[in-house]
T-cell receptor, first 113, second 112 residues
Framework: AQSVTQLDSQVPVFEEAPVELRCNYSSSVSVYLFWYVQYPNQGLQLLLKYLSGSTLVKGINGFEAEFNKSQTSFHLRKPSVHISDTAEYFCAVTGFGNEKLTFGTGTRLTIIP | DTGVSQNPRHKITKRGQNVTFRCDPISEHNRLYWYRQTLGQGPEFLTYFQNEAQLEKSRLLSDRFSAERPKGSFSTLEIQRTEQGDSAMYLC??????????FGPGTRLLVL
């Protein structure tokens, strides 16, 4: 079984400042990792994913994340945020051969003008 | 390709009534998933299909819940004798085997 911990439930950031949203996972098998974004009253949109290969993955909207196996982390970063980045961000994990995604509880990113 | 669609987007019902939600996946996707999301939480897996076969069901899916995908295309999720605890956002996702899941906009259920 897998689990995901998103330690920060809310992160306020000034516009054009950098941001890091933290995600740690637990699994007894090798994993695939994902970040999804959810805007108010909408479904989830895939930001980026780590399947294998390079541990630094780039996604849409200028986001990137780094897979760190030794620290079991997959933190999401953006060098300069915009008002439009205000949303809920979910980290998710699935194990090899496992179809279901296990999500964290989410981090609400609020951009301060 | 118009993405995953779900209907209705919102449903208000009285406790004890039955409700049915529909999900239309991306056309070439053979896998379809249902998740439930309650306020302030991440989505929780309910069940998934490969083509028309239901391959896994979560323990969250009580006997009052049933999901079908009769022709391997759209899927329905029915909740019988709804309870207030069933109030949540019900999300559908689809994928090709071994690839990322793409989510629909969800159906928000409120049980009064």
């Amino acid at each position: 079984a897998q689990s995901v911990t998103q330690l920060d439930s809310q992160v306020p950031v000034f516009e054009e400042a950098p941001v890091e949203l933290r995600c740690n996972y637990s699994s007894s098998v090798s994993v695939y990792l994902f970040w999804y974004v959810q805007y108010p009253n909408q479904g989830l949109q895939l930001l980026l994913k780590y399947l294998s290969g390079s541990t630094l993955v780039k996604g849409i909207n200028g986001f990137e994340a780094e897979f760190n196996k030794s620290q079991t982390s997959f933190h999401l970063r953006k060098p300069s945020v915009h008002i439009s980045d205000t949303a809920e961000y979910f980290c998710a994990v699935t194990g090899f051969g496992n179809e279901k995604l296990t999500f964290g509880t989410g981090t609400r990113l609020t951009i301060i003008p | 390709d118009t993405g995953v669609s779900q209907n209705p987007r919102h449903k208000i019902t009285k406790r004890g009534q039955n409700v049915t939600f529909r999900c239309d996946p991306i056309s070439e996707h053979n896998r379809l998933y249902w998740y439930r999301q309650t306020l302030g939480q991440g989505p929780e897996f309910l069940t998934y299909f490969q083509n028309e076969a239901q391959l896994e069901k979560s323990r969250l899916l009580s006997d009052r819940f049933s999901a079908e995908r009769p022709k391997g295309s759209f899927s329905t999720l029915e909740i019988q004798r709804t309870e207030q605890g069933d109030s949540a956002m019900y999300l559908c996702a689809s994928s090709l085997a071994g690839t990322s899941q793409y989510f629909g906009p969800g159906t928000r259920l409120l049980v009064l």
